[in-house]
């Protein structure tokens, strides 16, 4: 399935370097989002594009920096990491209702996530 | 209190039997539900929605309880590709809040 797709797969990183993660939807979705899933850990919400919105998860911190350039592409520039920030990177899209993120969603489509380590 | 919580288990189950998951939400206004399957070292998918009437799709059977605000998913005739983690997703209309997932391995 190729309906989101994120690069790259595997990313090793020192905590002084800068990198970009990299998401395009093909569904024709209205909306993105960036999730960082750690071991034991539920799904963990970072930042949210949607129509003219956007939504962020005030806890997460300003190390990451998000990019949507238009409703197909999403990035996630990431600068002076730490070694706990080490975790799968997933980027989703959906079909976001008129109303905006206040109303009901339709299903979430996951790309196959970005494994960071931060050394 | 957590938006959704679930049983991590482990359930380990033999092939062919009848598991169930069970996953309890705190938001009484939350409006959509999913069940999702992660698969090791792989993103999660949408398994099925679960509709305030109860829905089935083959061997899934979701079931949605308001007044106790949990939601249930039951796998019968277990395979052995049944086995990932079940993701229970609740959307109270501004946000997905994803549960930790309960693990199910099927055994020979």
């Known amino acids: 399935e190729t309906g989101v797709t994120q690069t790259p797969r595997h990313l090793v990183m020192g905590m002084t370097n800068k990198k970009s993660l990299k998401c395009e939807q093909h569904?024709?979705?209205?909306?993105m989002y960036w999730y960082k899933q750690s071991a034991k850990k539920p799904l963990e919400l970072m930042f949210v594009?949607?129509?003219?919105?956007?939504?962020e998860n005030n806890s997460v911190p300003s190390r990451f920096s998000p990019e949507c350039p238009n409703s197909s592409h999403l990035f996630l520039h990431l600068h002076t990491l730490q070694p706990e920030d080490s975790a799968l990177y997933l980027c989703?899209?959906?079909?976001?209702?008129?109303?905006?993120?206040?109303?009901?969603?339709?299903?979430?489509?996951f790309g196959p996530g970005t494994r960071l380590l931060v050394l | 209190r957590k938006e959704v919580e679930q049983d991590p288990g482990p359930f380990n189950v033999p092939e062919g039997a009848t598991v169930a998951f069970n996953c309890t939400y705190s938001?009484?206004?939350?409006?959509?539900f999913f069940w999702y399957r992660q698969d090791c070292r792989k993103e999660p998918k949408l398994l099925m929605s679960?509709?305030?009437s109860g829905n089935e799709d083959g061997r899934f059977t979701a079931q949605l309880n308001r007044a106790s605000q949990y939601i249930s998913l039951l796998i019968r005739d277990s395979k052995l590709s049944d086995s990932a983690t079940y993701l229970c997703?609740?959307?109270?209309?501004?946000?997905?809040?994803f549960g930790t997932g309960t693990s199910l391995t099927v055994i020979p």
């Open positions: 594009y949607s129509l003219e919105e956007r939504v």
């Open positions: 569904l024709g979705h209205n909306a």
């Open positions: 938001n009484s206004a939350s409006q959509s």
């Open positions: 679960v509709y305030s």
């Open positions: 997703v609740v959307n109270p209309g501004n946000q997905f809040y």
């Open positions: 989703a899209s959906s079909q976001v209702l008129a109303g905006g993120l206040g109303t009901a969603q339709e299903t979430q489509y």
